[in-house]
C-alpha cells in the first residue's frame, strides 16, 4: 500500500509490509516452519549477529510469519515496532525485565489480571525486582512511590474485577518528568483504546484475548511506541545506557537508533536478549492462528461493546442483581475516565453482584446454557465466572475484598452473539440463581 492508513479495520488486514509471501506470492501469510535460516556466506553470517544488518538469524529470535504480526500489532497500536512471544505472560515478564533488574523496582497500578499479580508479588520479587503497588484511583499515588531505582510505570487499560479505565495520560505524564515509562497492558482494550496515543512508552497484550479472538492460541507481543528517550536520563535506565557484556559491549539506548533509524531499543533488546536468554518464543503456527483473528478484531470489538452495553442496562434493571459494574457505571471522575480513553465502546466486559450471595453466584453460573464457564476472556463466544468458587478461592475473606472480588461477584464477557440470544440466556440463569439447590461448582 502506497498510503499510511490509520483506520483499524484496515490496519488489522493490511498493516506492516506484507501484500503477498515474496517466494510464492500467496496472499495468505503462510506458516515458516524452519528454525533457521541459510547464511549467504560467512560475512552475511558476522553482520546479522553483530546487528550491522537486519535479517532472519534463527526462530527462537524471529520468524517471518511472527513478523507479518508484528508489524500489524505495532501499526494496530500506532507504535514503531513490535516483538511477539510464547504468551501474555511471558510479555508482561519480558516488559519488566527488558527494564529492572535486581535492586530495582516498578511502581504498578493495583489493578491487575491475577496472573500479574501473582508474577510481580512471588516470581519479579524473588529475581529481586520489586513491585510497589500504587491505587489509580488517585495517579498521584505513582508519583508518592518513586525512587531512585523506580524503572517504569505498569499499568491494565480496562482491568477486571472493578473494570476501572486506567489514567493513562495523567500517569504517564507524572512519569515523563523522571524519565520513567509507561508500560500498558492493553489486552481487555484492543482497537477502543490506543494507549500510545495518551503517553505510553510500551504497549503489551495478551494476544490469546481480543485480537487472536477465538480461543485457539496463546501469544503475547510488546509494542515499544518509539516515543520514549532512553537516554535522556542515564542512571534511570541503566539498561539502555550502560555497555551491555553480553552484546559486545553495545550501548543499546545509543546503538539502535544508529543502527536502525529508529528509536525503538525497548523492541531490539527485548528480542535479541531476553528471547535469545529466556527463549519464550511464538511458535509460527500460533502466530498464524493469531493472524486470522487479528484480520476481524475491530469488528469483533465493535459487537462486543455494543451487546455489553444492551446487557449493562438489562441487568441494571434485573431482580436478582444488586449491583452492576461496567466500565461507566462507576462515580464520577471514574467514569469520565472511560470518555476520556475508550472510543467506540465501553468495553466488552462485565461484573455482577447477585442478591443471593456466593450460592447464587454460583447457582446462576451453573444454570446458563449458552455462555461458557470459562477462566478465559476475550472469546468471540461469551464467558462466565464465578471467581469467589474458582480461581480467587484460595483467598481468604480480606484478600478477596482487596482483590475487588466479592462472594457473589460474576464476571461476564459478553461475545459476539445474537443480542437476544445473550440476554435470554442471562435471564433464565438469573431467574434460577435464587431457586433451589444446585451442587456446587468447583
Ligand atoms: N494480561 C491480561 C490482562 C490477561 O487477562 C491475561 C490472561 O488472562 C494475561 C495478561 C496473560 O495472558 P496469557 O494467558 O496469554 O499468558
Known amino acids: 500500500?502506497?498510503?499510511?492508513?490509520?483506520?483499524?479495520?484496515?490496519?488489522?488486514?493490511?498493516?506492516?509490509d506484507y501484500r503477498s509471501d515474496p517466494a510464492t506470492n500467496a496472499v495468505a501469510v503462510p506458516i515458516y516452519r524452519t528454525t533457521s535460516y541459510k547464511f549467504n556466506n560467512t560475512e552475511h553470517a558476522a553482520n546479522l549477529f553483530a546487528l550491522k544488518?537486519?535479517?532472519?538469524?534463527?526462530?527462537?529470535?524471529?520468524?517471518?510469519?511472527?513478523?507479518?504480526?508484528?508489524?500489524?500489532?505495532?501499526a494496530l497500536?500506532?507504535?514503531?515496532?513490535?516483538?511477539?512471544?510464547s504468551s501474555g505472560q511471558t510479555a508482561s515478564t519480558f516488559a519488566v525485565l527488558n527494564v529492572a533488574q535486581a535492586g530495582d523496582n516498578i511502581v504498578s497500578s493495583t489493578d491487575l489480571y491475577g496472573g500479574t499479580v501473582s508474577l510481580f508479588t512471588h516470581t519479579l520479587s524473588k529475581l529481586g525486582i520489586e513491585i510497589r503497588y500504587a491505587d489509580p484511583s488517585n495517579p498521584e499515588n505513582f508519583e508518592k512511590l518513586i525512587d531512585d531505582k523506580t524503572r517504569a510505570f505498569y499499568g491494565e487499560t480496562l482491568p477486571n474485577p472493578?473494570?476501572?479505565?486506567?489514567?493513562?495520560?495523567?500517569?504517564?505524564?507524572?512519569?515523563?518528568?523522571?524519565?520513567?515509562?509507561?508500560?500498558?497492558?492493553?489486552?481487555?482494550?484492543?482497537?477502543?483504546?490506543?494507549p500510545i496515543e495518551h503517553g505510553a512508552a510500551v504497549v503489551i497484550h495478551s494476544l490469546t484475548k481480543y485480537i487472536g479472538g477465538?480461543?485457539?492460541?496463546?501469544?503475547?507481543?510488546?509494542?515499544?511506541?518509539?516515543?520514549?528517550d532512553w537516554t535522556a536520563d542515564p542512571k534511570r535506565q541503566p539498561l539502555f545506557n550502560e555497555p551491555d557484556n553480553s552484546y559486545g559491549g553495545v550501548i543499546?539506548?545509543?546503538?539502535?537508533?544508529?543502527?536502525?533509524?529508529?528509536?525503538?531499543?525497548?523492541?531490539?533488546?527485548?528480542?535479541?536478549?531476553?528471547?535469545?536468554?529466556?527463549?519464550?518464543?511464538?511458535?509460527?503456527?500460533?502466530?498464524?492462528?493469531?493472524?486470522?483473528?487479528?484480520?476481524?478484531v475491530a469488528l469483533r470489538m465493535r459487537q462486543h461493546c455494543a451487546n455489553a452495553e444492551y446487557v449493562v442496562d438489562f441487568l441494571k434493571k434485573h431482580k436478582e442483581v444488586t449491583k452492576v459494574i461496567y466500565s461507566t457505571e462507576h462515580d464520577k471522575p471514574i467514569a469520565n475516565r472511560a470518555k476520556k480513553y475508550l472510543q467506540g465502546g465501553n468495553g466488552p466486559m462485565i461484573g455482577i453482584e447477585l442478591k443471593g450471595g456466593i450460592e447464587a453466584g454460583k447457582k446462576f453460573i451453573e444454570s446458563l446454557k449458552m455462555f461458557y464457564?470459562?477462566?478465559?476472556?476475550?472469546?468471540?463466544?461469551?464467558?462466565?465466572?464465578?471467581?469467589?468458587?474458582?480461581?480467587?478461592?484460595?483467598?481468604n475473606e480480606k484478600e478477596l475484598a482487596a482483590s475487588g472480588v466479592t462472594q457473589s461477584y460474576v464476571r461476564l464477557c459478553i461475545g459476539i452473539e445474537h443480542i437476544d440470544d445473550i440476554i435470554e440466556d442471562l435471564d433464565q440463569a438469573l431467574n434460577k440463581s435464587s431457586k433451589g439447590n444446585l451442587k456446587a461448582v468447583s
Not at 6 to 12: G, K, L, Y
Not at 164 to 183: A, C, M, T
Not at 270 to 296: H, K, M, W, Y
Request: include cysteine; charged fraction near 20%; proline fraction near 6%.
Open 1 to 16: 500500500m502506497t498510503k499510511k492508513r490509520n483506520n483499524p479495520e484496515t490496519i488489522a488486514i493490511h498493516g506492516g
Open 53 to 74: 544488518e537486519f535479517g532472519n538469524i534463527y526462530t527462537r529470535i524471529m520468524n517471518p510469519t511472527n513478523d507479518v504480526l508484528e508489524k500489524r500489532v505495532a
Open 77 to 85: 497500536e500506532g507504535g514503531l515496532s513490535c516483538v511477539t512471544v
Open 162 to 194: 472493578y473494570l476501572r479505565v486506567f489514567p493513562i495520560q495523567e500517569v504517564s505524564d507524572i512519569g515523563r518528568k523522571y524519565n520513567i515509562p509507561l508500560i500498558m497492558d492493553n489486552t481487555a482494550a484492543p482497537v477502543i483504546c490506543r
Open 214 to 228: 477465538h480461543g485457539t492460541a496463546v501469544a503475547g507481543s510488546i509494542v515499544d511506541s518509539g516515543n520514549f
Open 252 to 296: 543499546w539506548g545509543k546503538a539502535v537508533p544508529e543502527l536502525t533509524g529508529a528509536n525503538v531499543p525497548f523492541a531490539v533488546r527485548a528480542r535479541v536478549c531476553l528471547l535469545r536468554d529466556l527463549g519464550s518464543a511464538l511458535a509460527p503456527d500460533n502466530a498464524f492462528a493469531i493472524i486470522q483473528g487479528l484480520e476481524t
Open 373 to 395: 464457564h470459562v477462566a478465559n476472556i476475550g472469546d468471540a463466544r461469551s464467558l462466565a465466572i464465578h471467581p469467589a468458587s474458582t480461581t480467587h478461592s484460595q483467598l
